[in-house]
């Protein structure tokens, strides 16, 4: 039975609700653990702070709706609240402007789950207020996304999507079906998947947050698998099949009005995608670099204004913190930046002034407000600057307020989701004595959904679209309110109604607004019923963004000659987005024009990464002809973008089993000046550098002089430039990796020379990693026998370099036993990689080596090092402390690397929970830094946790600091370790007081 009417008494009716989305809002960046699962033995005397700690209570929905503050020129209203709604975390509005509302009251409890729902809301008057609540889906886990599609919703609830549908009318689904499964869910439920948007394409776009999963999909059978980690999902719902595209973020992922993909994270308020990766995986060669772009000036530190009070356990935290690490109060700033960005929404109705289209909405729940920026060209990405200068455009001085995501309604409004909770943070980051006076759960009752309108908003009459002829469907793509352009969009793709071919056909040809014809477009694409010459108008379009999309459609016409045509005349469009695209399409289909026009864009653009990256994305076939062509520019040549461009290319002509794109590449360089020989031996390294067999066949039977000349002159050059002393660092370190394809007779007294405790110490790190390239014994026994002159961080990267290959672990166990390497040397979670190592040999002898360098428990560490967090802490030894045993994977006042997790935000989480963490790594891992093994084809093992990935690539950073990019087409094997990135074992490392020390540092940071 649905729940009563909302009426005007609203606010004596409901009681407030507050709920923090499990995977939305993340507070914290990195580091995480399980309250229930800390060890409390041997802490320090707890203190009662119940006076310091009144009780924030939470307000009637009338009491709300009179603490916000907006922009001037508009008014907030509430349109659903506790008992019709709680804990609201998603919705989407059917066809007949009904709400499928995403409810998940599980976060933060640690004792229950599978308690979650799905509520179809609905207005029966029209008011523009819900009155009827029916429990559409109940008892699932962990939902986080839905769509409405077919008379029903797909929605996310990891590891699953489900389909469900109502089928009798009595507001339940009575179907449920798996759609896909697989998905992940980490521990601290943090960064599901999330947001389902419809596209332009007739496809469903959704993210996959930080959790990814490996995951099959009922309509493509069990033994098709998918890895989504950092990737995105676009699903046709028709076939229910999928594709994965460029993914990014955490909670909250948006399509703008012309597509474009923007996401956001805890402290990144706003990303937008550069590229979507299914173009990049076409040309296996290519690395990209990662596609989310930062566009908030200010990023995390933008900043936020406030007008809620801090809640005293957050102030009583701080000084807790504070106290237990310097023994004194420095105050600090605990709120007022991004800590949890959520939600990220494009703003795409009609009931707005027309200036607000595009304009960006982010969630801070933390804060309880609603930030707003309007993004604006910058080159090929935006920059998307703050909208409202002296005030937030949404904030509340309720700080149960939670904001945590936004959908586009059927009225042209924006909705605002409110989880309405007491406690935003997880009750793992709370210390035990604050907690005890706060309800972790506080809210899970309770939830609000606002909808923001101008002061005059006169809400207008809404028709049931699914009683609406698809003529009429088809007419209502000129609106200008996006819910109404997708909503008909898609119940035409549902029905497949071809006889409104025509009339789609005017609209794409004759329609006065650009995103109606585009529209148009793909609506009849999605009924395979768009012919050439209707796509050809498209390509010819006025505007830019339409010229766009019909490139996009021309791909799956690229056989025809006048759209090969087309799509290459559109390379020389003004616009430089339009170029852009052309860059990708233009991989659709080989001839030579369309090499010609790939040369031109990158001789026009060579300075613009995204543009070399693009042009190399569509050259798969062709690579050879277009290298030929570039060389032919002299002026180009003296570009340092388009030599690095060259030289990259060429590494994958030579990669690829291609005769004749290496031909035509040795003539190209032969026929270069002798002014440009630098290049073309920097361009014949680089192809020899990951050279096919093939390749080195059309080498080894060339006749050819300059071949022969290049063959005998190149390996003579490297070593005279790596080994030359007179020569800046910077250009010897260059020439070194170079080495690495040599034959090692002649290059190993080289690397013996670069070894020497007389070298720049970039001279021998380089040096070290080069030599992991090299497959041949003689490098384990080179390494132990420099092993003596390495300074620490240099044996951590010999380290690096012995395990990448079995036979080198076996010398480095040698070596250990021999006496020659200190066991010491080899890092505790070395030490616990090779003694769970696949080898049986290998896991046997390190075993019996390293059997008395076993960690003590993790509990009695624990235990012992309480006793740190009574000592007086000193900063500057701290800062000490942290360059020397941290600052390899983290960074802090421009000191180290950033791999790790971020410390900044350290200042949001209690001491102990810091502590923890430190000596616990294991307990509870993020996905994002465990770590990986991965295995080349060339039988290298790489280390470390993975950066950054895409369709093509996984970059892999190490432990000392270096990292390694490799194409998927090189991976035999990926494994996750299921271990921390920072190694167990920190204790032997420090003692009690630098451990007081070191975390008086974190928390001094500023």
């Not at 000592?871 to 791999?899: D, T």
Request: contains cysteine.
């Amino acid at each position: 039975m649905p729940s009563s009417r909302v009426s005007s008494g609203f606010s004596k009716r409901f009681r407030l609700v507050s709920i923090l989305s499990l995977s939305l809002i993340v507070f914290v960046s990195g580091l995480t653990m399980t309250a229930k699962s800390a060890d409390k033995s041997g802490s320090p005397a707890k203190v009662d702070y119940s006076a310091e700690m009144p009780r924030i209570l939470p307000r009637t929905p009338e009491e709300s709706l009179k603490s916000f503050r907006i922009h001037p020129d508009f008014k907030i209203e509430l349109v659903a609240a506790e008992p019709l709604v709680r804990d609201p975390v998603a919705m989407c509005f059917d066809a007949r402007g009904r709400a499928y509302v995403v409810e998940m009251p599980e976060y933060n409890d640690a004792h229950k789950e599978g308690y979650s729902s799905v509520k179809l809301l609905e207005d029966t008057d029209g008011d523009g207020v819900f009155d009827k609540s029916f429990p559409f889906l109940t008892d699932i886990t962990l939902p986080t996304a839905v769509f409405c599609y077919q008379g029903g919703v797909f929605v996310g609830a990891p590891p699953y999507v489900y389909f469900c549908k109502d089928t009798d009318g009595d507001g339940t689904a009575d179907v449920r079906e798996v759609v896909m499964e697989g998905f992940g869910r980490d521990k601290g439920d943090e960064g599901m998947i999330n947001s389902f948007r419809w596209g332009l394409d007739n496809r469903i776009y959704f993210s996959t947050g930080i959790d990814g999963g490996m995951v099959t999909v009922t309509a493509e059978g069990p033994e098709k698998k998918f890895n989504t980690k950092g990737r995105g999902v676009v699903l046709d719902p028709a076939t229910r099949k999928i594709e994965l595209t460029t993914g990014g973020g955490q909670h909250g992922m948006s399509l703008g009005i012309w597509n474009r993909a923007f996401v956001c994270a805890n402290s990144i308020p706003m990303q937008v995608l550069m590229y979507d990766d299914r173009y990049i995986a076409r040309n296996p060669y290519l690395a990209p670099p990662p596609a989310p772009v930062d566009i908030a000036p200010g990023g995390k530190f933008t900043k936020l204004m406030r007008i809620s009070q801090i809640e005293p356990w957050r102030i009583l935290r701080t000084r807790i913190r504070a106290a237990s690490a310097k023994g004194d109060y420095e105050g600090g700033k605990p709120s007022g930046f991004f800590t949890a960005a959520t939600g990220i929404t494009v703003y795409r109705g009609d009931a707005w002034p027309l200036k607000y289209q595009g304009n960006l909405f982010v969630g801070e729940p933390a804060n309880n407000l609603v930030y707003r920026a309007a993004p604006k060209p910058d080159g090929l990405s935006l920059v998307a600057p703050r909208a409202d200068q002296n005030a937030e455009f949404l904030a509340s001085t309720d700080v149960w307020f939670r904001p945590v995501q936004f959908e586009n309604g059927p009225d042209g409004a924006l909705y605002v989701l409110d989880m309405y909770r007491e406690l935003i943070e997880g009750a793992p980051f709370i210390p035990e004595e604050v907690l005890k006076h706060i309800d972790p759960i506080g809210g899970q009752d309770k939830g609000r959904i606002y909808r923001i309108v101008p002061k005059k908003f006169q809400r207008p009459a809404l028709p049931d679209f699914t009683k609406l002829s698809s003529k009429e469907l088809v007419a209502l793509l000129e609106s200008d309110n996006g819910w109404t352009r997708d909503t008909a969009q898609r119940l035409l793709y549902e029905r497949q109604d071809t006889s409104i071919i025509p009339e789609l056909k005017q609209l794409a040809l004759a329609s006065k607004k650009p995103i109606t014809r585009a529209t148009a477009l793909w609506s009849l694409q999605g009924l395979k019923s768009l012919d050439t010459k209707t796509l050809l108008k498209g390509l010819h379009d006025q505007d830019p963004h339409v010229c766009i999309q019909a490139l996009r459609i021309a791909e799956q016409f690229a056989e025809d000659s006048q759209i090969q045509q087309a799509m290459i005349s559109l390379s020389e469009n003004e616009s430089l987005l339009v170029q852009y695209q052309a860059a990708f399409s233009l991989g659709a289909f080989q001839s030579s024009a369309r090499n010609r026009a790939l040369a031109d864009l990158l001789t026009q653009d060579v300075a613009n990464k995204w543009m070399r990256m693009a042009v190399q994305s569509s050259l798969n076939q062709g690579a050879g002809e277009v290298f030929a062509l570039l060389l032919q520019n002299s002026e180009l040549l003296k570009n340092k973008q388009a030599q690095g461009f060259l030289t990259t290319l060429a590494t994958q002509i030579g990669a690829q089993s291609e005769p004749e794109n290496v031909k035509l590449l040795m003539s190209a360089l032969e026929a270069l000046p002798k002014s440009e020989q630098n290049l073309a031996q920097q361009s014949f390294r680089n192809l020899l550098s990951r050279a096919s067999a093939s390749t080195k066949q059309v080498l080894a039977n060339s006749k050819s002089k300059y071949t022969a000349q290049l063959l005998s002159g190149m390996m003579k050059s490297t070593i005279g430039q790596a080994t030359n002393a007179k020569l800046p660092v910077k250009s010897r370190v260059a020439a070194i990796p170079t080495l690495s394809i040599g034959n090692f007779d002649e290059t190993l007294p080289v690397f013996e020379e670069l070894l020497s405790v007389q070298q720049p110490l970039p001279i021998r790190q380089k040096a070290i990693t080069t030599l992991g390239l090299v497959n041949d014994d003689r490098v384990a026994e080179l390494l132990v026998e420099a092993w003596p002159g390495l300074s620490p961080q240099l044996r951590m990267s010999a380290v690096e370099v012995l395990f990448s290959r079995k036979p080198w672990q076996v010398a480095l166990l040698d070596a250990v036993k021999a006496g020659e390497i200190n066991s010491g040397d080899i890092s505790p979670e070395r030490v616990q990689l090779l003694k769970s190592s696949q080898d049986k040999a290998i896991k046997k002898r390190a075993t019996a080596l390293f059997q008395n360098q076993r960690l003590t428990s993790r509990s009695d560490v624990i235990k012992e090092y309480q006793a740190s967090l009574k000592l007086k802490g000193n900063p500057a030894n701290g800062k000490v402390v942290f360059k020397k045993n941290c600052a390899a994977c983290h960074r802090l006042e421009n000191v180290g690397v950033q791999l790790g997790a971020d410390l900044k935000a350290i200042k949001d989480r209690g001491t102990e929970a810091v502590l923890l963490n430190i000596l616990d790594p294991n307990r509870e891992v993020k996905p994002q830094y465990v770590t990986y093994l991965l295995v080349t084809t060339q039988g290298r093992t790489i280390t470390g946790l993975i950066k950054t990935e895409n369709a093509n690539s996984i970059t892999i950073a190490r432990a000392d600091g270096t990292s390694d990019t490799v194409l998927r087409i090189d991976i035999e094997e990926l494994i996750s370790s299921k271990l921390s990135f920072m190694p167990e074992g920190f204790e032997k490392q420090i003692n009690q007081q630098q451990m007081a020390d070191l975390l008086a540092y974190l928390n001094s940071i500023k």
